[in-house]
């Protein structure tokens, strides 16, 4: 993957309390926390899953981050959210449709071209500190609509 936009490999690093990371390769033999630099020094949250993937076609890939909410505990903070490539080794959080309510308690943002449509469409499983378990999907309407649009019943996946 080359999340940040560079020939070098980067990284996303979550860790299970509230200061997830990003590291850029500088070089091949090193990396270096660059989270505040690619914009991303902000992200809050209990980090369960990342994904780097271009959801608008720009050739640039794309950042989601996959939290867990801790609101049915004591702190309010770590909703999942997509991040949008700026193309100058930055990202910045970016609405793109879906539901907060569908963003709650998120283990895992998997993306996969469901409708053979060319771009990659989002399946998300929620669970954990939520009230039960759910999958939700959303269709991928970047090029069209400038968002995703949940398809979960349309799709046959919700039972």
């Known amino acids: 993957m080359y999340g940040i936009g560079t020939a070098l490999i980067s990284l996303a690093l979550l860790a299970t309390w509230p200061n997830d990371a990003t590291a850029q390769a500088p070089d091949k033999d090193q990396y ?41 505990r004591t702190n309010d903070f770590g909703v999942s959210q997509m991040y949008l490539n700026q193309q100058d080794g930055t990202f910045a959080a970016v609405d793109v449709g879906i539901s907060p309510d569908d963003l709650i308690g998120t283990w895992v943002g998997s993306f996969a071209d469901y409708d053979r449509d060319g771009d990659p469409d989002l399946l998300i499983l929620n669970g954990g500190y939520t009230m039960a378990s759910s999958l939700v999907f959303y269709e991928n309407r970047m090029s069209t609509d400038n968002r995703f649009v949940n398809v979960t019943s349309a799709s046959g996946i919700d039972g």
């Open 32 to 72: 270096v926390e660059s989270s505040d630099a690619a914009g991303l020094g902000d992200v809050a949250g209990y980090g369960r899953g990342v994904a780097f993937v271009d959801i608008n076609s720009d050739g640039f890939d794309d950042l989601f981050v996959a939290d867990t909410d801790d609101r049915h």
